[in-house]
């Protein structure tokens, strides 16, 4: 059984930083990609970044290039997004996410995952 814990969540002022991790478990963490989302109220969950299972490639969404950084730790199962210069409009709760062997054009798609955590509430004030 595969299980994602999210933390690190919380509130900061715009243009400060956060770091969200996710502990891993019941899976060999080299053969999942994983990713971030968010999902902000009345709004639709949405793809943030993703990390290949070598861990060589990673992926963002044009909002965040530049500012968030995803990593993974594979010796001790933990997933991250570092998260800098912060604005109101990256308000969402944020969901790690697990699947084995995607295909490229699958790495965005919420629905193409398989394993999810609860998330945790990043709240950026103006």
């Known amino acids: 059984q595969v299980q994602l814990v999210e933390s690190g969540g919380g509130l900061v002022q715009a243009g400060g930083s956060l770091r969200l991790s996710c502990a891993a478990s019941?899976?060999?963490?080299?053969?999942?990609?994983m990713a971030w989302f968010r999902q902000a109220p009345g709004k639709e969950r949405e793809f943030v970044a993703a990390?290949?299972?070598?861990?060589?490639?990673?992926y963002y969404t044009d909002s965040v290039k530049g500012r968030f950084t995803i990593s993974a730790d594979k010796s001790k199962n933990m997933l991250y997004l570092q998260m800098d210069d912060l604005k109101s409009e990256d308000t969402a709760a944020y969901y790690c996410?697990?699947?084995?062997?995607?295909?490229?054009?699958?790495?965005?798609?919420?629905?193409?995952?398989?394993?999810w955590g609860q998330g945790t509430q990043v709240t950026v004030s103006s």
């Open positions: 990390i290949r299972r070598s861990g060589g490639h990673t």
């Open positions: 019941g899976h060999t963490f080299s053969n999942y990609d």
């Open positions: 996410a697990a699947s084995p062997r995607m295909a490229l054009s699958a790495l965005r798609m919420s629905y193409m995952y398989n394993h």
